[in-house]
């Protein structure tokens, strides 16, 4: 016979208001097995908690019932609670009396009978639950970082130096990402890459750190401790081992195409470096343009390559490695700004996105750090820069405010009066969002120190006229539409996840939120892991991020994952399938669902069964639901639970 | 520009929902951006620009609202609607305070709307616009008898003006839905 | 080889007649077949959608039903009507209590009808080739600019018809009829059709701006597919060039005409000759 108690939370007034916690209490104290019910305000705090521990003693409960907020809340907390009651933290069940009741069903009657009804079923089934016991997890103290932007690198820093082996996946032929395409940085305006390539040299000269440039990540299994992680090298047709990237094969190379990294104003040859600073410092072959490799004559770097590098036939390479957490942090790239019909579906030359401009700003980009119109050349006198292009735009299918364009266009602004001191400067806004540390001041100095013309009102239409641009916009605040043309356009387009990063969110079981951003584990307590245990999330890839924020969050996982690495071993989660080899029929339907390869087949008193891998299963049920004879059950969810459940539902 | 200080006497509580739920249209969802009246080809015209309106409706200045002369000069071109970032139906809005304004008996610009009730007490009347005949009762109650009488002769000049009405069939089918009570 | 219920619009049959000329020249000659609604009622236009929404619903809704019967789906010419037609077919299928007042007051039960413009229909791969096919030689090099006014293309979720901000199927159709359609950048600003009468300085100015910009794109003549946008932009052309002390001469085409005088019809026979500004001779010139 069981001894259950059932606890009733207020939850403050947000399950009080609409149920009747009184009348749940007395509904409970009379269900079968029952021998004490209470409630409480707030059941997680530690008057709550003493009041679970203290009726423990003095009733002699032996299982728990609570009814309250989600489990993704507060099951860690009871269950702590249970252990220190001195009870198996598994003799637990909570009813979910919030987010699936008082949040939901505001007709008082109906809550509290649902109320009742779901404490019910968590009686049946608490009545039936077994002690569970976790067993200990070696942990392989390796981290992957994936994606090499300043995100990434600080977080490979911070783990090297912590002396943790880790290794940093960059899908590019180098890492850097998009800071090394920045020219100066708000609000300090520090040369951009004058701070970047000092941490790219360090993280490249730590020994415990390893630097797979231009590959991606494959496949993840495994789970927290011990993810087994396939990582596809992709061919660079150069040996990077005898490469010194002495830069003589991309001086002849006679194929030309757009570079990248100079957003399409510059030119790179088909064998490069993405810019002189890369690391690692070697060349790579584009297979899609290189004469060679596409038309099968030229070798003119193979010819002129002294180190002997140039390896024409190179496949890509996969490799398999077991890491203990990994770090994602596969930041963003711009909005498609072509979208945009009213400002010419980016059929206009001198209409420029913000990333654009950066490479223009920058003294080693295309135009030599001069400000010119992609047209012909001249040095614009007019320049407007319009904010919230493919942010804040519901219609666009981009509702959220990006949050890093405002002080991006304000530097922008600043730099062009630095430029071109006796340009006209204007700035379209909607809204200046400057909240950061010295932001304000920084927005301000635009307008009172550069005269920057702040017009607040989003602009309507650009159209081509007499070689100018016209913009149709409106001064919201003098209630006055505006027409007037610009030599030059810049957008600030704002910032969207790639589609590699909602991918590889498939591949290791992450979730991400409707425009494709990593979900957090809890937007304010848990910022910087997922909610798949031993993953962990820095920069843009989350939301957009500056860079102070993007590389406090990816020092944040580095932290974490030291913590991690800290402990002496992991527990394994007892909730996981059993089968009974009495009842195996050894028909293994259960090895062919299974998505983790946790079932194997042995051999068990002159038959063949089914056996789980305790260390690889998830507990995700698909073998219980295959199995016909009945053996493979899950713990903490038999069948006997369920339908105890069910059978309280019915009565 | 202001005009005057606004009072209790210019706001209704009742007024945004009335406008949403005559219009189909949330009105809350605007954020004023100001990309409707940016984009407006007639807010040279308008004493409030579109924005403005939008504001107001949220507030609920009922009063300076559908007495502003903005919804009488909106061209019906649909851009605001087009290129809202809200995806609100500005336009649909115009029409629903240009209805409002017309049951509350708010003359705002005389002439636009008696052309509007003579174009379609004409169509009311025949089922298809009589045009010349449209023409002369609106020029007589303008009091401006040759408004456009120069494009009116180019066109009867080129046959294109019929001095008969039309007349569509059915017309005990028709009628009634000139007749606001069947609605 | 197609039937369409035939939807002519009030202006059709008064001072856009050589609109309908042309359309049915057009259709005849490439095989299709127009049915006129014989019991078909105005749409209503801006007046009524801006003075009495209601009104205006219950007009389209009552000529699409009169289309129900014959199984057809509606042709629209005129870019008032066929903006009209589709908003209250939108409705129809949207608003499951309108749509059955609307069957039980008009007596017919709506059909799933498709409304179209000749502007979509003659564009369809089939049509294409078709008119390849029977344009004569000599068709015009006039140096065109198409203009598409607001009531085709917007707003865009009702319509659903070309690109709202930049469409092409004007000028892809005369494209393929051997046509030189020019680049611009005012396809769809606003003549202020709905203006030209209540408030014709309004529409004047709107008027003189796509006339203007047309003239600085290099177009001899503009091309339009609405009668509103052609009354203002042809039979105001006069008033404009008073008003703003200008000589504006630009003739304005229905694109049909042009279709069917690429096919060979002489311009009179389409009702060229009834625009207020001379455009037989430019277009002869041209030939």
Known sequence: MARIGVFICHCGKNIAATVDIGKVVAAAAKMPQVKYAAEDRYLCSEIGQNMI????????????????????????????????????????????????????????????????????????????????????????????????????IQAAIDLGLAGYETVLVEKEPSIGGRMAQFDKTFPTLD?????????????????????YSNAEVESVKGFVGNFEVSIRKKARFIDEAKCTGCGICMEKCPVKVPSEFEMGLGERRAIYKPFPQAIPNIAIIDKETCRYLTEGKCQLCAKLCEAGAIDYEQQDEIVTETFGAIIVATGFKLFDYTKYGEYGYGRYRDMITGLDYERMLNAAGPTKGHVIRPSDGREPKRIAFIQCVGSRDDAKGVPYCSRICCMYTAKHAILTKEHVPDAEVYVFYIDVRAAGKNYEEFYQMAREKYGVKYIRGRVSRVYQDDGSLMLKAVDTILGQTIEMPFDLVVLAVGAVPHESAIDLAHRIGASTDAYGFYTEAHPKLRPVELLTEGIFVAGSCQAPK?????????????????????????????MISAIDPEKCIGCLACLAVCPFDAVTSEAWRGKDIAVINESVCKGCGNCVAACRSGAAQLRGFTDDQLIGEVDALCQ | MAEAVLTAQDYDRSFLAEVEKLSGQNVRLCYVCGKCSAGCPQALDMPLLPHQIMLMI??????????????????????????CPKDIDINAIMDTLNEMAGKADIDIRPKIRVFRQEFLSSIAKHGRLYELGMALKLNLRKGEPLSDADMGFNLWRKGKIHLKSPSAMNKSRWAKIFKRENR | ????????????????????????????????????????????????????????????????????????NIL?????????????????????????????EFKHAAADVEILSPVGVLNSPDNLDAIKAVVADHHSELKLVAYYGCLLVR????????????????????????????????????????????????????????LNTARKAGAEAIVVACPLCHQNLDARQSQVNAAFNEKFAIPIYYFTELLAFAMGFEPTAVGIDKHVVESVKVLRRGA
């Not at chain 1, 909570?94 to 779901?118: M, Y």
């Not at chain 1, 040369?191 to 630097?211: D, F, G, T, Y």
């Not at chain 3, 000028?171 to 003549?191: H, I, N, Q, R, S």
């Open chain 2, 58 to 83: 949220q507030t609920g200045w009922r009063q300076p609202v559908l007495s502003s002369a903005t919804p009488w000069m909106c061209a019906s071109c649909g851009t605001c609607s087009t290129r």
């Open chain 3, 1 to 72: 080889m197609a039937r369409y219920a035939y939807y002519p619009g009030c202006t059709l049959k008064s001072s856009a007649s050589e609109y309908e000329a042309s359309v049915k020249a057009v259709f005849n000659k490439l095989g299709h077949e127009l049915e006129e609604i014989d019991s078909w009622i105005c749409c209503g236009a801006s007046p009524a959608h801006q003075s009495d929404a209601g009104l205006s619903s219950d007009l389209a809704a009552y000529n699409i039903l009169a289309a129900a019967d014959s199984g057809l």
């Open chain 3, 155 to 210: 707003p865009p979720k009702i319509m659903q018809f070309d690109d709202p901000e930049d469409p092409v199927l004007i000028d892809k159709v005369l494209g393929a009829a051997g046509f030189t359609l020019l680049p611009w950048e005012y396809k769809t600003e606003c003549c202020g059709g709905s203006l030209a009468i209540s408030n014709r300085e309004s529409a004047l100015r709107l008027t003189a701006k796509v």
């Open chain 1, 546 to 574: 500056d860079i102070p924020d993007t590389v406090a969050t990816a020092s944040a996982t580095a932290a974490k994952v030291c913590g991690l690495f800290a402990k002496a071993h992991l527990e394994s989660r007892p």
């Open chain 1, 191 to 211: 040369c951009s890459a004058c701070i970047l390539a000092p941490r790219m040299v360090e993280v490249s000269h730590l020994e415990n750190v390893k630097i």
């Open chain 3, 76 to 104: 629209a010419p005129c870019a008032a009507c066929f903006n009209r037609l589709k908003a209250g077919a939108h409705k129809l299928k949207n608003d499951d209590v309108f749509r059955k007042r609307a069957e039980t």
């Open chain 1, 53 to 152: 521990i203290e009726a423990v003693k003095e009733h002699q409960l032996d299982r728990i019932v609570i009814g309250a907020c989600s489990p993704r809340m507060h099951e860690e907390t009871y269950r702590a609670c249970l252990r220190q009651a001195g009870l198996n933290p598994y003799m637990l069940e909570i009813a979910n009396l919030r987010e699936q009741v008082s949040w939901v069903h505001p007709d008082i009657a109906a809550g509290t009978e649902k109320a009742i009804a779901l404490v019910g079923m968590a009686v049946a089934k608490v009545a039936k639950n077994e002690p569970l016991l976790t067993k200990e997890v070696p942990i392989t103290r390796r981290a992957l970082v994936i994606g090499g932007g300043i995100a990434g």
